[in-house]
């Protein structure tokens, strides 16, 4: 699993309300990424990192941001949190030249 | 745009049967990886057997094998002697370009 955790592991909040969500490696991989998982839809891609400060958009990026100021830790932040953005968020690394993924634990988060 | 296609939602199969899941992509890219990962009801994404599209041969991993046709863009996974823990949700996923694209996924139940 490459050392990949992820906090907080559930979470609810209210509507309108910022959430920080962290992911933190150990492997010193170059490429993080966020995924969402929705039924339905599979793990759609929010954001990437492809080193620190290096950071780029996926297929779902609005109402989503991103931060990597290490490489160990990628932060996805929800500015103003939404229902449509309950959902289960998995954090996952590249590997390097092997180009295998490995995911973190996943986080559950309701927005009411 | 690079998308990745799973066209049987759901399958059921018997224990001890052999059950194969369909994946398709598109791609212009010549160089990628496909990779089929299993998420049981723990949530954790496992990888199950990975390809490398410069290689002929089909990836072998025990009892799960792919059927890799580079020219079709076809990349399906074989379950041999399938067993009552081989339930779960089974993604497709193809990495080019930096980024890793997931099909919705198809849900194989094994019965008893």
């Known amino acids: 699993d490459a050392g990949i955790t992820q906090s907080p592991r559930h979470k609810v909040t209210e509507t309108g309300t910022p959430v920080t969500l962290r992911c933190h490696q150990t492997e010193n991989h170059r490429y993080m990424y966020w995924y969402r998982q929705d039924p339905g839809h599979g793990l759609r891609l929010i954001h990437y990192?492809?080193?620190?400060?290096?950071?780029d958009k996926g297929e779902v990026s609005d109402g989503y941001s991103v931060s990597r100021s290490k490489t160990e830790d990628f932060l996805l932040t929800l500015e103003s949190a939404t229902s449509s953005q309950t959902s289960v968020y998995f954090c996952?690394?590249?590997?390097?030249?092997?180009?295998?993924?490995?995911f973190g634990p996943g986080t559950r988060l309701t927005v009411l | 745009a690079q998308t990745v296609t799973q066209s049987q939602p759901e399958m059921s199969v018997q224990e001890a049967e052999t059950v194969t899941l369909s994946c398709t992509y598109d791609t212009s890219e010549n160089n990628y990886y496909l990779f089929w990962y299993k998420q049981p009801p723990s949530r954790q994404m496992i990888l199950v057997i990975r390809?490398?599209?410069?290689?002929?041969q089909n990836a072998t991993e025990n009892r799960f094998s792919v059927n890799f046709q580079k020219a079709a863009k076809s990349f399906s996974l074989k379950i041999s002697d399938s067993q009552l823990g081989d339930t779960a949700m089974y993604f497709c996923?193809?990495?080019?370009?930096?980024?890793?694209?997931f099909g919705k996924g198809t849900r194989l139940h094994i019965l008893p």
């Open positions: 996952a690394t590249i590997a390097g030249s092997t180009d295998t993924q490995y």
């Open positions: 990192s492809y080193g620190v400060k290096d950071t």
């Open positions: 390809q490398e599209a410069y290689k002929q």
């Open positions: 996923a193809f990495i080019g370009d930096d980024k890793i694209i």
